[in-house]
Nanobody, 127 residues
Framework: QVQLVESGGGLVQAGVSLRLSCAAS????????MAWFRQAPGKEREFVAA???????????YYGDSVKGRFTISRDNAKNTLYLQMNSLKPEDTAVYYCATRESGAVVMYRGGYDYWGQGTQVTVSS
C-alpha cells in the first residue's frame, strides 16, 4: 500500500524560502515518477514540479511555468523522501501542496495521470 505524507507547510512572508517534504512508504521514490501539485481555493489543482524515475534518463525534472527558477524538486533515496524547495515565495503561491506518484517512471503533468496522493500541506504566503 502506497502512502505519501507531506510536511513543512506554514505561514510565511513573501520573499522567504520554505521546504516541503513528502515521506513515502510502500513505494521507492527513485523507481517511480514523483510530483508536486497545488490547489488554491476556488481553483483547479495545478502542476508544480515532477521528477522522473532514476531509470528514466537519470531522473529529469519538470516545472510549471509559474515556479520555474524559484522551486526545485529533489529526492533523498536513503530517506525515501521527496522534497520541494521553494524560494522567493509570492502571495500567489498560497495553496495546499500535494505530493503524488504514479505507476510509471515517466512524468506527466496532469492530475489524472497520478495514482496516489498525499493529504496535502498548507502553504500561506503573506504580502
Amino acid at each position: 500500500q502506497v502512502q505519501l505524507v507531506e510536511s513543512g507547510g506554514g505561514l510565511v512572508q513573501a520573499g522567504v524560502s520554505l521546504r516541503l517534504s513528502c515521506a513515502a512508504s510502500g513505494r521507492t521514490v527513485s523507481n517511480y515518477a514523483m510530483a508536486w501539485f497545488r490547489q488554491a481555493p476556488g481553483k483547479e489543482r495545478e502542476f508544480v514540479a515532477a521528477i522522473r524515475a532514476i531509470s528514466w534518463r537519470g531522473g529529469l525534472t519538470y516545472y510549471g511555468d509559474s515556479v520555474k527558477g524559484r522551486f526545485t524538486i529533489s529526492r533523498d533515496n536513503a530517506k525515501n523522501t521527496l522534497y520541494l524547495q521553494m524560494n522567493s515565495l509570492k502571495p500567489e503561491d498560497t495553496a495546499v501542496y500535494y505530493c503524488a506518484t504514479r505507476e510509471s517512471g515517466a512524468v506527466v503533468m496532469y492530475r489524472g495521470g497520478y495514482d496516489y496522493w498525499g493529504q496535502g500541506t498548507q502553504v500561506t504566503v503573506s504580502s
